[in-house]
């Protein structure tokens, strides 16, 4: 397939301001960066992301995929960010027939900033069965520790959420932008533009993977949008909704809320998650297996 035109505009993901800190002291502190990009599809506007700005091309990119308004990466010709006037334009070969209706339709989702996702959210369904993909627990603690290397824009300046796209405890890609949202849309232009364009500066090959983590919320955008990426299982430090629960049951996704050391709270993990590292209860936890 011929390759897409891409600008590579990418920016500092931080910003240094000087603070006053409890003691007096003033001194240079390192804050997310949060830039508007609006997003133009053949000249359409779209939608206006926030954004730390490390990644744009890929970010766009993820998104209309993750919207459904590209639906084949063949069809991508070009992806141009201009920061002057904070403007992505995204050049296509077609468009679907239902762009005004599904731009039309709504919903607004509990991403950081609000995410909106266009099209029948509900009805949104992976087009291939999901891999029964298996998971040793000692394998998620593994994975658990790699991921603690990463989060660097977390480290230094907080504000941010992280994705990553693993292979069992590898960590093949790791993303943070400002919303939770943006990382994982992020994470699926990665997997475009590596197959058309070859590996993207600076990053491994995600190809293969069977495990994605972020550090937000299980809610139902982001169980739609991993399953639309082809990926079984997904793992977070923080909690679940229920809607999140009820689709990953209907897609058959694994979750792995609240994991953290050696705490894990997994749904859907029938069959699928092997316990051989159960931890030593601490004293004084009156939890019991039932019987």
């Not at 949202?181 to 475009?192: F, I, P, Y």
Request: net charge negative; proline share 4%; aromatic share 6%.
């Amino acid at each position: 397939m011929p390759p897409i035109s891409l600008s590579r505009a990418r920016l500092p993901a931080t910003l240094e301001v000087e603070i006053l800190d409890e003691y007096g002291d003033h001194h240079q502190q390192a804050i997310a960066a949060e830039r508007p990009l609006t997003l133009y599809l053949n000249r359409r506007e779209i939608v206006t992301l926030m954004t730390l700005g490390a990644d744009p091309e890929a970010l766009v990119v993820g998104y209309l995929r993750n919207q459904g308004l590209i639906e084949r990466r063949e069809d991508l010709e070009a992806v141009y960010v201009d920061w002057e006037v904070e403007s992505a334009a995204v050049v296509t070969r077609h468009l679907p027939e239902d762009l005004d209706e599904r731009l039309g339709h709504r919903t607004i989702t509990t991403g950081c900033g609000q995410g909106t996702v266009f099209g029948r959210l509900l009805d949104s369904v992976p087009r291939q069965p999901l891999p029964d993909t298996p998971v040793r627990q000692s394998v998620l603690y593994e994975l658990l520790e790699n991921l603690g290397s990463y989060n660097e824009t977390y480290r230094s300046a907080g504000a941010v959420h992280g994705c990553a796209l693993c292979r069992q405890a590898e960590v093949l890609d790791f993303v943070e932008d400002v919303g939770r949202h943006n990382a994982v849309d992020t994470l699926a232009g990665h997997q475009w533009l590596e197959a058309v364009n070859g590996l993207h500066e600076g990053d491994e090959k995600s190809d293969g993977a069977d495990i994605f983590y972020t550090t937000g919320r299980l809610t139902s955008e982001m169980v739609i949008k991993v399953a639309q990426m082809g990926i079984g299982v997904l793992v977070s430090r923080s909690g679940v909704t229920q809607k999140g629960v009820e689709l990953a049951e209907r897609f058959g996704v694994m979750l792995v809320a609240r994991a953290k050391g050696r705490h894990f709270q997994a749904i859907h993990a029938e069959g699928r998650l092997e316990l051989d590292a159960i931890p030593a209860r601490r004293p004084g936890d009156k939890r019991r297996s039932k019987a």
